[in-house]
């Protein structure tokens, strides 16, 4: 008689498994899903969020024409800085930033290029000052991001500087 009762416990133990299985793959993908699409959502606004305020804050300032031309050329490409940084160990170390200077809503491409060279002599002190150890994480790429948003908004003025976009960041 124990027989029967150990199969029926085998099959009803076989029974449960296979809903918890298909259980545990429908929340396993649902969350997949949900990260996937999450994330491709949320890279799409920020991409076309991101090129329909650059092209419609200059057609906003400039509206005696030439806005679509200054719409393209929203951003301002810096060429790549290289910089030495501040090591403990006396040894040589060097930083190479590339980035680009995204205008506000009261600045144009061309005003922040013409206060360029004010900029970037504002960030050279900054960027030389930085170690080795103050690279590492994710998080040093928007601390650098938030201290040259303030220094360019020191110098260009308030409103003139929307974001800084960092292209490369490279430690040799």
Same mark, same amino acid.
């Given at each position: 008689?124990?027989?029967?009762?150990?199969?029926?416990?085998?099959?009803?133990?076989?029974?449960?498994?296979?809903?918890?299985?298909?259980?545990?793959?429908?929340?396993?993908?649902?969350?997949?899903?949900?990260?996937?699409?999450?994330?491709?959502?949320?890279?799409?606004?920020?991409?076309?969020?991101?090129?329909?305020?650059?092209?419609?804050?200059?057609?906003?300032?400039?509206?005696?024409?030439?806005?679509?031309?200054?719409?393209?050329?929203?951003?301002?490409?810096?060429?790549?800085?290289? !910089?030495?940084?501040?090591?403990?160990?006396?040894?040589?170390?060097?930083?190479?930033?590339?980035?680009?200077?995204?205008?506000?809503?009261?600045?144009?491409?061309?005003?922040?290029?013409?206060?360029?060279?004010?900029?970037?002599?504002?960030?050279?002190?900054?960027?030389?000052?930085?170690?080795?150890?103050?690279?590492?994480?994710?998080?040093?790429?928007?601390?650098?991001?938030?201290?040259?948003? !303030?220094?360019?908004?020191?110098?260009?003025?308030?409103?003139?500087?929307?974001?800084?976009?960092?292209?490369?960041?490279?430690?040799?």
């Amino acid at each position: 008689m124990s027989s029967p009762e150990i199969v029926e416990e085998g099959a009803e133990g076989a029974k449960p498994a296979a809903p918890k299985s298909k259980k545990k793959l429908l929340i396993i993908g649902a969350a997949a899903g949900v990260l996937l699409l999450s994330g491709g959502g949320g890279a799409a606004m920020m991409l076309s969020g991101g090129s329909a305020k650059a092209e419609t804050a200059p057609e906003a300032e400039s509206g005696h024409g030439g806005g679509e031309a200054e719409g393209k050329d929203a951003f301002v490409d810096v060429p790549a800085m290289v !910089v030495n940084l501040r090591s403990p160990d006396g040894a040589s170390r060097f930083l190479k930033l590339h980035f680009m200077i995204v205008p506000g809503a009261k600045g144009t491409p061309e005003s922040i290029q013409e206060k360029l060279p004010l900029i970037l002599d504002a960030y050279q002190p900054f960027l030389r000052e930085l170690r080795p150890e103050d690279l590492a994480g994710s998080a040093a790429v928007f601390r650098i991001k938030e201290e040259m948003l !303030v220094r360019a908004t020191d110098v260009a003025g308030p409103g003139m500087v929307k974001d800084i976009l960092i292209q490369d960041l490279v430690q040799q």
